[in-house]
C-alpha cells in the first residue's frame, strides 16, 4: 500500500499489471562478499580506494545489494553516497561537504571518470554504481524480503509516478509514502522537520531521497537519527528516471562515459555551466594529476 503524498487520508497506490523484469543493469557475477553476523560492530571489511579527494569503496552494485541486506537483516542502517564529478568538485572545497560524504557507510562511484581515475592510480574499481541503478536493484531487494520503501523527491506527483514504475516491475514492493517536498522546505527548522516527521512516520526500511548534493545528504543525516535501522540512497535525478518524466541516457552512453552529454542535450539552459564551465575542467585536471601520479610512483 501507498500513502499518499499529503496528510490527507492515506489512498491505496493502484497496482499496475506486471511487467517484464527491468533491472538498470545485468551484472556479471560478483565476488563473495558476505553480509555481517548479526550483532557485530559496524562493519567494512575492505579498505576504500581514494579517488577525487574522497574515499570510495570498490564494490559491484549486486555487492552494494548484498551488503545492505545483511546489515538490515541484523537490525543496522546506514546511508549511501553516490559521488560523481560534481560531488567531487564540492567535496574538494569545503572540508564540511567532504565529511558529509566520506562518512557514509558506503561510498560508490557514479561517474565514469572516478572510474577512469581510480585505474590510472592503479587501484581500479570494479564499475560504476549509480543511484538511477540502485533504486531498482534495491527495490527488488525490498521486494523479495518484504521491507518497505519511501520515495522523497522530485517535483510534484513525479514520486508517486516513479512508485507505480517501481510496482509493476515489482508487484511485492511496498511502498509506504511518496512526498514532493517545496523547494526551499529546509530553509527554516519548521520544513525540515515537517518533511522528517513526514518520512518517520511511514516507517521505511529503505528510503530513496532524490534531492540533488547536498541537500538531499544532509538530510539523510538528519533522518538517521530518527530510523537507525533504515537504509537511505541520495539519488538525485533517479526517482525521475524512474518514473520516466526524465530520460536516461542509452545504455552504450552510460558504459562509455558520455551519459553527461545525453543529458547536456537535454536540458542544456541547466546543466550547461555545470558541465563544461564547472565540472569539465576538475575532471580533467582529476584525470590528468592521477596519470601523472601513477607514472611517479
Known amino acids: 500500500m501507498t500513502r499518499s503524498e499529503t496528510t490527507a487520508p492515506h489512498v491505496p497506490l493502484q497496482r499496475l499489471p506486471e511487467a517484464p523484469h527491468r533491472d538498470a543493469t545485468r551484472l556479471p557475477a560478483a565476488r563473495p562478499l558476505d553480509g555481517p553476523p548479526r550483532g557485530t560492530p559496524p562493519r567494512r571489511r575492505w579498505d576504500r580506494v581514494r579517488v577525487g579527494g574522497i574515499g570510495v569503496d570498490a564494490l559491484t552494485e549486486d555487492e552494494v545489494v548484498r551488503w545492505v541486506e545483511g546489515e538490515l537483516e541484523a537490525g543496522r542502517g546506514g546511508r549511501i553516497v553516490t559521488p560523481n564529478i560534481d560531488i567531487c568538485r564540492a567535496a574538494a572545497t569545503d572540508p564540511a561537504l567532504r565529511e558529509l560524504v566520506c562518512t557514509a557507510e558506503l561510498v560508490v562511484t557514479?561517474?565514469?571518470?572516478?572510474?577512469?581515475?581510480?585505474?590510472?592510480?592503479?587501484?581500479?574499481?570494479?564499475?560504476?554504481?549509480?543511484?538511477?541503478?540502485?533504486?531498482?536493484?534495491?527495490?527488488?531487494?525490498?521486494?523479495?524480503?518484504?521491507w518497505p520503501v519511501y520515495l522523497l523527491g522530485g517535483p510534484p506527483g513525479v514520486a508517486r509516478r516513479a512508485a507505480k514504475e517501481l510496482t509493476s516491475c515489482h508487484p511485492r514492493l511496498q511502498v509506504c509514502g511518496v512526498h514532493a517536498p517545496p523547494y526551499h522546505f529546509d530553509t527554516t527548522p519548521e520544513g525540515s522537520a515537517r518533511v522528517r516527521r513526514m518520512v518517520a512516520a511511514a516507517r521505511p526500511r529503505v528510503v530513496f531521497v532524490g534531492l540533488g548534493f547536498p541537500r538531499q545528504d544532509r538530510l539523510i543525516a538528519d533522518l538517521r537519527e530518527e530510523l537507525p535501522e533504515a537504509w537511505f540512497v541520495g539519488c538525485g535525478a533517479a526517482i525521475a528516471f524512474a518514473a520516466g518524466t526524465v530520460s536516461r541516457a542509452p545504455g552504450w552512453m552510460r558504459r562509455t562515459g558520455l551519459e553527461w552529454a545525453y543529458r547536456l542535450g537535454c536540458e542544456p539552459g541547466r546543466l550547461a555551466r555545470r558541465y563544461l564551465v564547472d565540472d569539465l575542467p576538475f575532471a580533467l585536471r582529476l584525470l590528468g594529476g592521477s596519470l601523472v601520479a601513477r607514472l611517479m610512483r
Open 110 to 146: 557514479d561517474g565514469m571518470p572516478l572510474v577512469w581515475a581510480a585505474r590510472l592510480l592503479g587501484t581500479p574499481v570494479p564499475e560504476r554504481v549509480t543511484g538511477a541503478d540502485l533504486i531498482w536493484s534495491l527495490s527488488k531487494l525490498a521486494a523479495r524480503r518484504g
